[in-house]
């Protein structure tokens, strides 16, 4: 029994850590799609940094630098180039090589500042897991702590695989990009599956083209936004979309 319970809190760390992933990291860091209240921000910054140990300066930079550079060269994890089994396997692996290069976040998170509060400790993701990793242990005990932190981190990043190799690989292209709605993806991620969506339209807060669909981390951003804790900049894919595609042809 304390063996499920553990599983159970390990999904649910992986569903936090996903909602925190698009909402904060995603569509208010990289793209600025959403402006969150600082507090609320920070609570998402604080739980990614002892959930998954990410520096979110280096995940904006990251994911920005993989929108310019598509499957070119220059992309950081492009199925494309590397094959979708390559980049569903070792997208961590991808992802750090590219974060510890200072030149991604030199170029491409220049107007995200580093506060004092990053340099002393959040820019540290080892201690932060450390610290999430204890206060799991010291909640359920040796056993049931490390089998929930194991099954977060193997959930946490397949998920993130699957968003970068499925969603490039797999699925429905409504729009003339190489990324793919997925939605059984979009269902455990969030809403990060529609990710055809938002490639044609990078600065909506909205991935969902319909009410219908599975989009939690816009759900999230709605509710946050009638509590007065986020502005909304733009949530409509299609109009965005046919905006970008009309200067492309201009
Ligand atoms: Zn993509
Ligand atoms: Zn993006």
């Avoid at 089994?85 to 590219?98: E, P």
Wanted: glycine residues 10%; proline residues 3%.
């Amino acid at each position: 029994m304390q063996i499920v319970i553990a599983i159970l809190i390990g999904l649910g760390l992986t569903q936090l850590a996903n909602l925190s992933t698009t909402v904060y990291l995603h569509r208010c860091l990289a793209h600025k799609a959403v402006q969150l209240h600082p507090a609320l921000g920070s609570i998402f910054k604080v739980f990614l940094w002892m959930s998954t140990g990410i520096c979110a300066r280096q995940w904006a930079a990251v994911h920005r630098k993989h929108h310019a550079c598509t499957d070119t060269s220059e992309d950081p994890h492009s199925p494309a180039r590397l094959g979708w089994v390559r980049v569903q396997l070792t997208n961590a692996v991808l992802y750090r090589r590219s974060a510890r290069d200072p030149r991604t976040t030199e170029r491409y998170a220049k107007d995200i500042p580093v506060t004092r509060a990053d340099r002393l400790l959040l820019n540290r993701g080892i201690i932060g897991l450390g610290l999430g990793i204890a206060i799991l242990v010291v909640l359920l005990g040796w056993g049931p702590g490390l089998i929930a932190a194991g099954v977060h981190t193997v959930g946490y990043i397949g998920l993130g695989g699957s968003v970068n190799g499925v969603a490039h690989t797999f699925g429905r292209r409504p729009f003339d990009n190489s990324a793919t709605n997925v939605v059984w993806l979009a269902w455990l991620t969030c809403g990060e599956g529609y990710h055809n969506n938002h490639h044609a339209a990078p600065t909506s807060a909205r991935f969902a083209r319909r009410w219908h669909d599975f989009d939690l981390g816009w759900w999230f951003i709605s509710a946050a936004s009638r509590l007065g804790l986020a502005k909304v900049r733009h949530a409509d894919v299609d109009a965005l979309a046919a905006r970008a595609s009309a200067s492309a042809r201009a």
